[in-house]
Structure formats: structure tokens, C-alpha cells
């Protein structure tokens, strides 16, 4: 089973930020958190991944509180073809299998 | 770089028939995973290789599926017999380090 919570579902104006969070209070000291995105009908896409340090590029900013049981995955300037379903997934850095959770079903609307 | 190329994109078979699914990874990754995606149970691992090895088929839901990855650029996810409650789409997804790339899927209908 997954280990993060997840809203079911979030609303966001085109233009505006979408701020998704995630719980993951059980995350362990060599676990990182990692962000999907699934559009309709489409396979699953990396979008970031952190371990406890702030990261950014060019989809997605990722927000890690520093106790590390909480993160944020904000898209700066939401569009319509941001609408999907947005994984939050704790995985082992290098490899280690994903386990996705129900996810947060993010909807842009105009 | 194609991405990900799984074939067919979709199969409609009837019960008790097999069915085979294709895979073709990312040139030079070395991990390949199939899963399986369904209303009911979300997006789930079925299998996973390393370097054309099976590492972790605990997700294999029962004996009528197989996975072969005969070379570091094919693999095959085999049911055989089919039955309804396969229906679902599979994914198969390469990795060469930190992420996953998912191929576009296999939307596969048991009659």
C-alpha cells in the first residue's frame, strides 16, 4: 500500500499556482519523494524528486518541510493541459520499485 | 529518442485465449517494469527487471502471467488463459537511474 496521503481532488485557475501537498510522516532518512503525473489516457510522467532540499526545474518546484514528513509540488503558472492525476510516491534513491497511491486529481480550469 | 514503444496499443480477446503484450525500453536503460492499471486497484507493479533479469515478480497476480525479457531491448508480459478480469491497461516503463519512463500503455478487453 502507499505510504503518502493525498487530497482526492484540487481545483486551480489557469494562469494561477497549483499547489499539491503530501503527507509522508513514516518517510525514512534514505528515502526520497518523488512526483508523477498521469494525463487521461496516458502512461504515468516523472515530473520531480527531492530528499530534503528545495528542488525546481522547468515543470514543477518541489517544497520539502525541513522534518521531512510533508512536501508541496507547485506548478507556477497552471494551464489546461496540466489537468491529471498527481502521484506523491516515497522511493529509495538509485533504484527501488514505485508503489503509486490514489493520487490527487488536479483540475485547471479556464 | 521514441520513448517508450509498447504494442499492441489495444487487444480485445475473448476468455481463454492468450495474449501477449510487447515491450520495447529507452535504449541503454537497464530496468524494465510492467504494470497493470485498473479502476478498482489503481496502478499496480507487476514485475521488474535489471539488466534482462527478473528481480521482484511478486506482483505477478497468479500463474496464467509471464514475463520474459529475452534482451536489453524487448520484453514480453504473456496471460495465458485470459480471463475477464484481466482487462485493464498495462504499462511497461524503463529506468536507466532515477526516474521512470512510461510507455503509452495497452488497453487490453477480455470478452
Known amino acids: 500500500d502507499a505510504k503518502t496521503t493525498q487530497p482526492t481532488s484540487m481545483d486551480c485557475a489557469e494562469g494561477r499556482a497549483a499547489n499539491l501537498p503530501c503527507n509522508h510522516s513514516t518517510i525514512s532518512g534514505n528515502e526520497y519523494v518523488y512526483w508523477y503525473r498521469q494525463i487521461h489516457s496516458q502512461g504515468p510522467q516523472y515530473i520531480i524528486h527531492?530528499?530534503?532540499n528545495n528542488e525546481t526545474n522547468e515543470m514543477a518546484s518541489l517544497i520539502i518541510t525541513e522534518d521531512r514528513k510533508s512536501s508541496t509540488l507547485i506548478l507556477p503558472h497552471a494551464t489546461l493541459r496540466d489537468t491529471a492525476v498527481y502521484y506523491c510516491?516515497?522511493?529509495?534513491?538509485?533504484?527501488?520499485?514505485?508503489?503509486f497511491g490514489k493520487g490527487t486529481m488536479l483540475l485547471v480550469s479556464p | 529518442d521514441a520513448g517508450v514503444i509498447q504494442s499492441p496499443r489495444h487487444e480485445v480477446t475473448e476468455m481463454g485465449q492468450e495474449v501477449t503484450l510487447r515491450c520495447k525500453p529507452i535504449?541503454?536503460?537497464?530496468?524494465l517494469f510492467w504494470y497493470r492499471q485498473t479502476m478498482m486497484r489503481g496502478l499496480e507493479l507487476l514485475i521488474y527487471?535489471?539488466?534482462?533479469?527478473?528481480?521482484?515478480d511478486s506482483g505477478m497476480p497468479e500463474d496464467r502471467f509471464s514475463a520474459k525479457m529475452p534482451n536489453a531491448s524487448f520484453s514480453t508480459l504473456k496471460i495465458q488463459p485470459s480471463e475477464p478480469r484481466d482487462s485493464a491497461v498495462y504499462f511497461c516503463?524503463?529506468?536507466?537511474?532515477?526516474?521512470?519512463?512510461f510507455g503509452p500503455g495497452t488497453r487490453l478487453t477480455v470478452l
Open positions: 527487471f535489471n539488466n534482462n533479469v527478473p528481480i521482484d
Open positions: 527531492g530528499l530534503k
Open positions: 535504449s541503454g536503460h537497464n530496468s
Open positions: 510516491i516515497e522511493a529509495n534513491s538509485g533504484y527501488s520499485t514505485l508503489t
Open positions: 516503463a524503463s529506468s536507466l537511474s532515477w526516474w521512470e519512463f
